[in-house]
């Protein structure tokens, strides 16, 4: 795989009125955890990339593929990543005080899914 937008999480969704092209983390109840592919620095797309491609055959969801794999500096990667995720509910990007907020929304939502 070359590319994200090559890879089975990759989606195009409205947010704001605007298509953006994203990777779908997971799907909460009403609203999907993405990350927006736009808001990846050169380092992080080929860590997702790399992630993604070595793990392929395992056919997770996204969110669990994060959570088993390790980076190069030994942080999980889940960790690390979740500050880029946003939740999408309507079209809208959900707004958090702060990125723990965010991710014990995101990891309830994910469990009772």
Not at 4 to 13: Q, R, S, V
Not at 66 to 95: C, D, P, R, W
Request: hydrophobic share 40%; glycine share 4%; net charge positive.
């Amino acid at each position: 795989m070359k590319n994200l937008e090559d890879c089975a999480y990759f989606k195009t969704i409205a947010i704001n009125n605007q298509q953006q092209k994203v990777l779908l983390v997971g799907e909460l109840k009403d609203s999907d955890a993405v990350i927006q592919l736009n808001s990846l620095d050169t380092i992080d797309y080929g860590r997702l990339l790399n992630i993604i491609d070595d793990n392929s055959h395992l056919q997770l969801p996204l969110w669990k593929l994060l959570t088993l794999s390790t980076l190069s500096n030994g942080m999980n990667a889940l960790e690390y990543f979740h500050q880029l995720v946003k939740i999408v509910n309507k079209n809208k990007i959900q707004k958090f005080k702060n990125n723990n907020e965010k991710y014990d929304f995101i990891m309830k939502g994910l469990k009772n899914v």
